[in-house]
């Protein structure tokens, strides 16, 4: 096994590099998330993202040394930053329907095709089926792992409206009900992360279904995992609202909220119920330290703002008359789109509750300030070790370094 970095680089949750799969790459994933990442992200979300991809090879006929490889590193890291590995991201397209190779490479690879660039490797495939026979087993196992998919997802949605807790109730909570919460919300998510890694999968096979018919529509690796429609859906949709008045997308891009509401007071309501709906949503929303729109609206506000300033035309509303195939492929998107807003949505009650638990060892002098709590992992803030602070110093450290590196966007060893 290699390391990705050159002295000095190398982070404390780093992956080593299999040289059978040597290339990986942050492009399909750095948007969802923006690195360098908090230990505590790392620790969960970089978990649930795993088990996911170990989920996803139950359907798969990889063979002993790709299933190694897809479960330990499908998303590796490398100084706290998330990449994809290509190399296995390649294989596992060859096996599952409606993904494509050439997609991967293209997207992973900013275009390039030329594998004298980015050697993606070829370990032996032994115990690894191939071609239509590989496919025809993973239609097989996935519709024997999905029939259960759609009830298990709305038991998911409505376990999160259950277990929601306001910040005035996190209050009220002791320290080990905080503790007992906390482990339950990283078990959530891991669960969110493998109902969308199983949609997925659907995602796939629909898109095989529907490329017959006629329409272009492909999974383009397990970087999809961590793609959602739903910010940008969102923001268009508001940012219709104000495209042809120049004053209201003026105080958009101000951040100015009650100017907006003092001006049309429909569009101030509409504002307000998209931050209702998508209060746990945001920029960088799977790392636990960031603010969401909740936090900040006038984060959508902006955001919604430069989309009416660069929206060439109203957004026209779907046709009604979409044909059945266009319908199959909208009805898997929404369905993953459901499992990674749930999981979004349990990410930020996890967020809350670290947040609650942080003001506690604040002010019980046991961290300098509230945020730091980010910077233990899962177990280390339920048990809190006796060099908390030298950990958190260390790591604050470390990441303050890699904001100010710029990691390439493709690794490769040989």
């Not at 330290?289 to 509303?317: C, E, I, Y």
Request: aromatic share 6%; hydrophobic share 45%.
């Amino acid at each position: 096994m290699s390391a990705a970095a050159r002295d000095g680089q190398e982070g404390e949750f780093d992956d080593r590099i299999d040289p059978r799969f040597p290339v990986f790459s942050a492009a399909t994933v750095a948007e969802t998330l923006p690195g360098p990442l908090t230990p505590m992200t790392l620790d969960v979300q970089l978990s649930g993202l795993r088990a996911a991809t170990r989920v996803m090879s139950l359907v798969m006929a990889p063979g002993d040394v790709l299933a190694d490889e897809w479960g330990m590193r499908a998303i590796a890291v490398f100084s706290h930053r998330p990449y994809v590995g290509v190399s296995a991201d390649v294989l596992a397209a060859e096996q599952l329907p409606g993904w494509s190779a050439d997609e991967v490479r293209c997207l992973s690879l900013d275009g390039s095709h030329v594998d004298a660039l980015f050697p993606l490797g070829r370990p032996p495939s032994t115990g690894r089926l191939l071609g239509s026979a590989a496919k025809a087993v993973v239609v097989k196992r996935a519709f024997a792992l999905l029939r259960r998919a759609k009830a298990d997802t709305q038991a998911y949605v409505a376990a999160a409206t259950a277990e929601h807790l306001s910040a005035a109730q996190l209050m009220s909570k002791s320290d080990a009900e905080l503790q007992v919460r906390i482990r339950l919300l990283r078990d959530r998510i891991h669960q969110g992360w493998r109902l969308t890694g199983l949609w997925l999968i659907d995602s796939g096979i629909t898109a095989a279904t529907v490329q017959r018919a006629g329409l272009h529509v492909t999974v383009s690796g397990v970087g999809a995992l961590l793609r959602s429609d739903a910010i940008e859906a969102e923001t268009a949709s508001l940012a219709g609202l104000m495209q042809n008045d120049d004053r209201l997308c003026a105080l958009a891009l101000d951040r100015d909220l009650d100017g907006v509401t003092a001006l049309s007071p429909s569009i101030g309501a509409a504002f307000a119920s998209a931050v209702s709906r998508m209060g746990h949503r945001g920029p960088g929303e799977v790392e636990l330290a960031n603010l969401m729109f909740g936090d900040d609206p006038a984060m959508l506000l902006a955001a919604a703002g430069r989309a009416a300033s660069d929206m060439p035309q109203p957004v026209k509303p779907a046709g009604s008359e979409a044909k059945l195939y266009e319908r199959m492929a909208s009805n898997a998107r929404a369905s993953r789109e459901l499992a990674y807003d749930t999981t979004v949505r349990f990410t930020h009650e996890l967020r809350m509750t670290l947040r609650e638990l942080g003001s506690r060892f604040l002010d019980a002098e046991l961290i300098d300030v509230a945020g730091e709590v980010f910077y233990l992992t899962c177990d280390e803030a339920i048990t809190l070790p006796s060099d908390a602070r030298l950990r958190i110093k260390r790591r604050r450290d470390e990441r303050e370094r890699f904001q100010g590196l710029r990691p390439p966007d493709v690794i490769t060893v040989s």
